[in-house]
């Protein structure tokens, strides 16, 4: 069979490409379901996009790479596309946009612009060769138990990253991308919790505060959240992406005040109260056990000199902690690194290399930060390889 592109992968930027690339589509998956990542995401209502993404919220190798699709497909255009398709929404925090109802009004509102464009996608496909000739691409796929052999001028690699590999992820598009020569850069698991060794918190688990954490000189005002394997929460999640093995994070447990004001003030008013009671009631009761264990706090507020309230201050808008790894793969909600945008075009994310040869998505080294930020990247990347084709 002949089609003019073939988009392996039915995810975000898979569907979204098919509905605008042109012509005879067929995008193929081996899933039983189509976007099934915007499905879950979210807690099933999708953050599908941030009113202030922009080039900033973007990590990867060559830091002006995505611009060009993110200026070609905003989030007023997603906007525009739900709001054709009537699916309500909220803000929930931080610019980062919801469903006000289900997040597979989204995957529906995908399949719907996909239908309208006249593309195909068999789902339960698997690709099992690909090469090329001067003609264009041969696919050798098999569906349904039967092996076939497909022709296309354009293949769009929209298969993702590695993360959650129960949910149908796999290392195609770097398979791909090898095969034809492209280059790829240090793949990670990224927006995933962080682990510490000998159970250190788990007499924590389930206390969450408002934090800054930082991590070589880039910080995240978010919830943080302790767990019987470490640490998670908005904050360390975004944090992860830019950690490291063997580096360290730094907690701010006060991040919008300096405490050492208000313990002096305290040291006036309540001076003979012990120095771990006042801690609890500037920070959840266990932490503040925790914190004055660890930190061996003893005696009356009273007892303190200022150096010493400034240097318990420091500590405790400074807790410098060294995780031991992450959750890895089978949590992480992005795979860090991936196909060298060296490699691609930054206007249209053709190869430069093999011409009607895409890759688009996550698969890509772009990835966003936490907050509708990856969504929109698969939106922007693939209406830029759709347009192009
Ligand atoms: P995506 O993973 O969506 O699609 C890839 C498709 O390729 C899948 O359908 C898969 O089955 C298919 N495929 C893979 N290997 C294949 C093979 N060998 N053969 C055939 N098909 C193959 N982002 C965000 O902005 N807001 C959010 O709320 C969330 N929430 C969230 C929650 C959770 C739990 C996770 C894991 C991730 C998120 N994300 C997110 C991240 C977001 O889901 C992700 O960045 C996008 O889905 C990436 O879109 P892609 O189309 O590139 O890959």
């Known amino acids: 069979m002949e089609f003019d592109t073939i988009i392996l992968g039915a995810g975000a930027a898979g569907l979204m490409c098919a509905a605008h690339a042109g012509g005879r589509v067929l995008v193929l998956d081996h899933a039983r379901a189509p976007g099934e990542k915007i499905r879950i995401s979210g807690g099933g209502r999708c953050n599908f996009t941030n009113l202030h993404a922009g080039p900033g919220n973007f990590i990867g190798a060559n ?4 611009k060009s699709a993110l200026a070609q497909y905003t989030q007023w255009d997603f906007l525009d596309l739900i709001a054709r398709h009537n699916i309500p929404w909220h803000e929930k925090t931080l610019g980062q946009l919801f469903c006000d109802d289900s997040a597979k009004q989204i995957v529906a509102m995908l399949l719907a612009e996909l239908t309208r464009a006249g593309a195909q996608l068999w789902l339960h496909t698997a690709l099992i060769e690909i090469a090329r000739d001067d003609s264009g691409f041969r696919l050798m796929v098999e569906r349904e138990g039967t092996r076939q052999t497909l022709r296309a001028r ?4 929209a298969t993702g990253g590695k993360s959650i590999p129960k949910m149908g992820a796999t290392g195609l598009a770097y398979d791909i991308a090898r095969q034809f020569n492209h280059a790829i850069t240090e793949t990670r698991p990224g927006l995933v919790p962080l682990t510490f060794p000998d159970g250190r918190f788990t007499g924590l688990a389930g206390v969450a505060l408002p934090v800054r954490v930082t991590c070589e000189g880039t910080g995240f005002d978010e919830a943080m959240l302790f767990t ?3 640490l998670s929460g908005p904050a360390i999640l975004q944090i992860s992406s830019y950690w490291r093995e063997g580096k360290t994070i730094t907690v701010n447990l006060f991040p919008d005040r300096d405490p050492f004001q208000d313990l002096r003030q305290q040291r006036q008013s309540a001076g003979r109260k012990n120095l771990s009671t006042i801690l609890a009631q500037m920070l959840p009761g266990r932490l503040a056990d925790h914190l004055s264990e660890t930190l061996k706090l003893s005696g009356n507020l009273a007892d303190q ?7 318990l201050c420091d500590q405790l808008t400074g807790w410098t902690l060294l995780p031991t790894g992450s959750e890895g793969y089978r949590t992480a909600e992005v795979t860090l690194g991936g196909v060298d945008t060296g490699g691609l075009s930054s206007k249209t994310m053709m190869s430069n290399s093999v011409p009607g040869l895409y890759f688009i998505g996550e698969c890509v080294d772009v990835t966003g930060w936490l907050g509708g930020f990856n969504f929109q990247w698969a939106w922007s990347s693939g209406f830029a390889a759709g347009q192009a084709i």
Not at 305 to 311: I, K, N, P, Q, V
């Open 228 to 230: 019987h394997r470490g």
């Open 63 to 66: 830091p002006h790479f995505h």
């Open 305 to 311: 000199s200022d150096t010493a309230l400034r240097a």
């Open 154 to 157: 354009n293949v769009v690699v």
